[in-house]
């Protein structure tokens, strides 16, 4: 498994719903050796799986460098990063590599949500809190969306 080595990332940028930490800020917890409830940090952190981390995306795309942190599960593929801000270009490229797979693909922007399309088009599926409708929906279809938990 790859070293953290000084990345941050995940513990800005996702909420923690045990502590209440909200999403885009940096934990309180953390300090300049790491997290300082590391034995009994809460299970939302322990069970957070960095794709970067385990070797599931290549090397070159360490979160610091990126400013994305991409998390996987058995369901999807969800990246993260900051408010108004697009994965950059090579994190999209492996992105949409995974959208091309059949896998479904999900980027949190912020408190926006958009899913990617097997062309590699982003299709917003929440702002804020609000869900967003396909256009091609009539008004009393029901919606369906991508989990909105962290990660
Ligand atoms: S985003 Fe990945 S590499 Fe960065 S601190 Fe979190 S687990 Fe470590
Ligand atoms: S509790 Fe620790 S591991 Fe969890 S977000 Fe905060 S600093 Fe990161």
Redesign the pocket.
Known sequence: MRSCNGC?L??EL?G?TE?N?PANSK????TRD?????EH??P??AQFECAWRLSHVPKNLRPSKTGAVIASNNRMIKCFVRENQVPHKQVMEQLADYAKAGITVVIASGSDRFVLTRSGGMQQIFQGQEAVAPAHHSPCSSRHAASDQDP
């Open positions: 941050t995940c513990c996702l923690i502590i930490k934990c309180w917890n953390q790491g997290c300082s409830v590391y940090r809460p939302s952190c």
